[in-house]
Nanobody, 118 residues
Framework: QVQLVESGGGLVQAGGSLRLSCAAS????????MGWFRQAPGKEREFVAA??????NTYYADSVKGRFTISNTKNTVHLQMNSLKPEDTAVYYC?????????????WGQGTQVTVSS
């Protein structure tokens, strides 16, 4: 079993930055690749970014490429979000044990709210 605990959400103005963190505990070998998804009100949950433990490769949705950076420090995954836009407003979920194409997720965090004001 793996537990994922997110932190770092909040309210920020457009153009600002936030850093999310996700601390993993438990059977951490099974939690990779790890990533972030988000869900805006009235919309489906969508992939944001992922990182592979084996080679450190990173992957991004087109909508955040160049603005967001995913990284890890041991078993904590970070999402640095710069140049935030109102459309980035959503609940952000840490995800572990991602399957091919990020189509399946084994572990979910509880979610953290990110609100970007215009």
């Amino acid at each position: 079993q793996v537990q994922l605990v997110e932190s770092g959400g909040g309210l920020v103005q457009a153009g600002g930055s936030l850093r999310l963190s996700c601390a993993a505990s438990g059977r951490t070998l099974s939690m990779w690749p790890m990533g972030w998804f988000r869900q805006a009100p009235g919309k489906e949950r969508e992939f944001v970014a992922a990182i592979a433990w084996s080679d450190g490769n990173t992957y991004y949705a087109d909508s955040v490429k160049g603005r967001f950076t995913i990284s890890n420090t041991k078993n904590t995954v970070h999402l640095q979000m710069n140049s935030l836009k109102p459309e980035d407003t959503a609940v952000y979920y840490c995800a572990g044990g991602l399957g091919p194409g990020w189509s399946t997720v084994t572990y979910w965090g509880q979610g953290t709210q990110v609100t970007v004001s215009s």
